[in-house]
């Protein structure tokens, strides 16, 4: 049986900064941004900004050692920022990814790369799936790591390619050469109310996930949300053997089931996670009811579901739910103990969006160490199951087999995440 207080957790920060860390004491290093517009509030302009004024930690403005000195802007829409950012700060806007890294000369001249393939203008595919360049862009990164003989750290915004073939290729290809990669959500860094980790080695029956957004898009975001918490089960991860996705009256039904076993998920895993929320809709005139089961089907006009099974046996729900919730909360049913836990993903608002202040700061820690916080497996999952769910939806809601996504990896004991 674990108690509250194992539950909960050291409540010391896991952002705390080393001496190698601090800007004062840490040598500048040079970083390249490649990325698809630069605009507000885009995550070039969200991300990269970062490392030109700095962002808070720990209550104090933290100026990063990494300088931006150098990037490839793919897109230039209307309300571009990058070149307004580029006289501003006096870094070059380079014409080519490889100039970008080599900085105008012949050999790569930086310490690190963020590569950054989100929002722009960019065809989608029958399925819906927008077709980021984020694989092509990391081909050119390796070709210039490859002809100059040396590589860098590379963080990768988001999930890693809309194609599975392309992300397990991205994963293999910097275990081969040996440099280090970070990729994924801001989900996994930010508060947790109530701040707490899931305990090391813990014997997780059931999890889900209720959040907003849309497919292709926040889906990544809530199943990051899930990874991050249940990758520290006992025996670490194992992969996930399949994964069923629905959409709209399929959802309603599956909700009466009343069990996973059944075809649907734990509802005291949905209750849960709307009593973490801090957006859960009222009717007018009312405050802080639970909604009705009719209630929900009104304000949710297409609600989406993707529930999966790991390798081990483990059960998980993903649910957005646009209208019923505007925040990310998250549930989990731990053996022997008869009530589910629950926290909310705290995400503060733009501008000051400082939960991916601690994204970037954790992409520093890899530049500054040469070692990733955290494995990119984590990241290699998702972005399988992204992929998986939207090809589910596409044909019809038909459960998929899964098992290229025999995915095995430890995590670490530290679970950075803001605290303080």
């Not at 293999?172 to 989900?187: I, K, Q």
């Not at 709307?274 to 929900?296: D, F, G, M, W």
């Not at 019809?396 to 303080?420: C, D, M, N, V």
Request: proline share 7%; aromatic share 10%; hydrophobic share 35%.
């Amino acid at each position: 049986m674990i108690d509250r207080r194992t539950f909960l957790g050291a409540l010391g920060s896991s952002l705390a900064i080393s001496p190698l860390l601090r800007g004062e004491a840490a040598k500048p290093r040079r970083l390249a941004m490649v990325t698809t517009e630069w605009r507000y509030p885009s995550h070039a302009w969200h991300m990269g900004e970062r490392f030109l004024v700095g962002y808070p930690v720990e209550g104090r403005w933290h100026r990063s050692p990494l300088e931006l000195v150098s990037t490839y802007v793919d897109q230039f829409p209307d309300n571009d920022l990058s070149r307004a950012r580029s006289r501003e700060f006096g870094f070059p806007i380079y014409p080519t990814i490889a100039e970008s890294l080599r900085r105008g000369g012949d050999k790569l001249d930086v310490d690190g790369v963020l590569l950054i393939g989100e929002h722009g203008r960019y065809p989608r595919n029958e399925l819906g799936q927008t077709l980021y360049p984020r694989y092509e862009f990391f081909k050119e990164i390796v070709e210039v790591f490859k002809q100059d003989g040396r590589s860098v750290p590379v963080f990768n915004d988001k999930h890693l390619s809309w194609k599975w073939e392309w992300s397990k290729e991205m994963v293999d290809t910097a275990h081969a050469m040996g440099f280090p990669f970070l990729a994924g959500s801001s989900l996994p860094v930010t508060w947790r109310i109530p701040s707490f980790e899931m305990p090391y080695g813990a014997e997780i029956e059931e999890v889900m996930c209720v959040s907003i957004g849309g497919v292709d898009s926040y889906d990544f975001h809530a199943l990051e949300t899930i990874q991050c918490m249940v990758e520290r089960r006992r025996g670490g991860e194992t992969g996930v053997d399949w994964l069923h996705a629905m959409r709209g009256e399929p959802v309603w039904e599956a909700m009466g089931k009343g069990s996973f076993d059944g075809g649907g998920w734990d509802p005291q895993l949905f209750s849960a996670c709307l009593c973490r929320s801090l957006t859960l809709t009222q009717a007018k005139t009312v405050n802080h009811r639970y909604p009705t089961p009719e209630q929900i089907r009104q304000w949710v006009e297409k609600p989406v579901v993707y529930r999966y099974q790991h390798t081990d046996g483990l059960k998980a729900t993903m649910m957005l739910m646009n209208g019923l919730v505007d925040d990310f909360t998250f549930a989990v049913r731990l053996k022997g103990r008869p009530e589910p836990l629950s926290t909310l993903f705290y995400l503060s608002p733009v501008p000051n969006v400082v939960f991916i202040a601690a994204l970037m700061h954790k992409v520093e820690e890899m530049i500054l160490t040469g070692k990733a916080p955290y494995p990119v497996e984590r990241t290699l999952l998702t972005s399988g199951l992204v992929t998986a769910g939207v090809h589910s939806l596409g044909q019809g809601g038909k459960r998929l087999e899964t098992p290229h996504l025999g995915i095995r990896y430890q995590a670490p004991r530290e679970s950075h995440f803001l605290r303080s």
